[in-house]
């Protein structure tokens, strides 16, 4: 081969700075501005499940949807969908003929009414000081079923936050009676007789998915998936005197998320050379448990769904820097793997969760698909760990590092580039390894 000449050279590094130039992702900061200025506003209401603003939130980011010229997944943008919710509205029990206090009770509950006496009721459990409550319950959890459960008056403090846990309206993607659990703090361990009396008042309710999608250009079979949760908190229900700021507008928890997932929609219909299916899709309730990825899971083959890209919390810097990403599980398949091997010439990567004792992978909408065997992680960038604003109501717009936060969409739409082209296929994730959600709550 004839040595190149320093022209040539000069033509061949140009053109590859120009290919990779062209290659980098450019998300307009005005559009991120916009949508997650909207959907952050005080006019959402805080976006909480049920209510006028978590609607309000569902048309916008709809039609955005439309101005973006997707298509629906079926006749419409919204997914909607049965859930059903469950409340405790009275308990009573005795314990070797004493009343217990309404104190030491926990309850949840998928039936309208439980009555269960020493005599016929066999499924009583014992929770000793030695015992760790926490697993004990999650056992129970996922084994489902009728259960009493006697608690040491030393797992106190754990118990008054599982009480109050349950005292909440709880919710269900379906109406089959997975099971209660009656909790009762008490140093009685064996008792010679009890009584248990509760009702529970059981409520249809609807919720919606906002589902966009790119047809693919050669492999319309195969799916990847980018998704992110609308909900949020709402509005204190119980504000203290004078207080002046009581909406959650969850601007980074997660409009953030939605914001990303909206604009990438934008770039790749811009684009308009996705080979593969591209599924943009914006969650309800999954700060009640994540039942819109539930629902979502159910419409789709997951043996055909490539990779779930899920967006959470993607507004400030991460400890890594500005403008860094990490995601969660990420030896869970080889995603991350692509993802960094896509990025090597711009000098950036995905990093690993930073903080895996929070168990962040099971923290939100990805979880559902990878239970399937989906390559789904979740993508993040908040330092979590410290971060004042989780789940206050501070959590607005001006919290925010909106330049941070494009660049994170930026190196997502490149990093995912390989996925996008077909060219790339993630290994699957082993269901066995992943935790199973719960039969009772």
Request: charged letters at 25%.
């Amino acid at each position: 081969m004839n040595k190149p000449t320093f022209t040539a050279c000069i033509f061949v590094v140009a053109s590859l700075t120009t290919s990779f130039a062209s290659f980098a992702a450019n998300i307009p900061l005005a559009s991120v501005k916009s949508d997650v200025s909207t959907l952050a506003s005080d006019d959402m209401q805080g976006r909480a499940s049920f209510t006028p603003g978590a609607e309000k939130a569902a048309n916008y980011i709809a039609k955005r949807f439309k101005e973006i010229e997707l298509t629906p997944l079926k006749d419409s943008f919204k997914q909607t969908f049965d859930v059903y919710v469950r409340q405790v509205t009275s308990s009573s029990i005795t314990l070797n003929n004493k009343a217990v206090p309404m104190e030491d009770i926990a309850v949840i509950s998928n039936s309208p009414e439980l009555q269960w006496q020493k005599s016929d009721f066999t499924h009583v459990s014992n929770i000793d000081a030695k015992s760790d409550l926490r697993s004990s319950l999650s056992k129970l959890n996922q084994q489902g079923g009728n259960h009493l459960v006697l608690v040491d008056p030393s797992h106190e403090k754990l118990f008054k936050r599982y009480q109050a846990y349950f005292a909440h309206p709880k919710t269900k993607l379906d109406d089959t009676d997975g099971g209660s659990l009656v909790l009762v703090l008490t140093p009685v361990k064996q008792p010679e007789h009890f009584t248990v009396s509760v009702k529970t008042k059981i409520e249809t309710k609807k919720l919606t998915n906002i589902v966009g999608v790119l047809p693919g250009k050669a492999k319309d079979d195969e799916s990847v998936i980018y998704s992110a949760h609308y909900d949020h908190l709402g509005v204190k229900k119980h504000p203290k005197k004078g207080e002046k700021d009581i909406i959650f507008n969850g601007a980074d928890d997660d409009a953030s998320g939605v914001t990303g997932v909206i604009n990438l929609a934008q770039y790749f219909k811009t684009q308009a050379n996705n080979q593969r299916r591209l599924i943009f899709v914006a969650f309800a309730a999954e700060e009640l448990g994540g039942f819109g990825s539930q629902f979502f899971s159910t419409s789709l083959d997951a043996d055909k769904i490539v990779a779930m890209i899920n967006m959470e919390m993607i507004g400030k810097p991460s400890k890594f820097g500005k403008g860094k990403v990490w995601m969660t599980g990420f030896k869970r398949s080889d995603l991350a793997t692509i993802m960094n091997n896509a990025l090597k010439h711009e000098h950036k990567e995905i990093y690993a969760d930073p903080y895996p004792k929070q168990r962040l992978f099971y923290r939100s909408d990805n979880a559902t698909l990878a239970r399937l065997g989906v390559p789904a992680h979740s993508f993040s960038s908040t330092q979590i760990d410290k971060d004042p604003h989780y789940h206050n109501v501070s959590d607005e717009l001006k919290t925010l590092d909106l330049r941070s936060m494009q660049k994170v969409i930026e190196t997502i739409a490149d990093a995912s580039s390989p996925l996008v082209s077909g060219k790339a296929t993630p290994t699957r994730i082993d269901p066995s390894k992943v935790n199973q959600s719960g039969k009772i709550f």
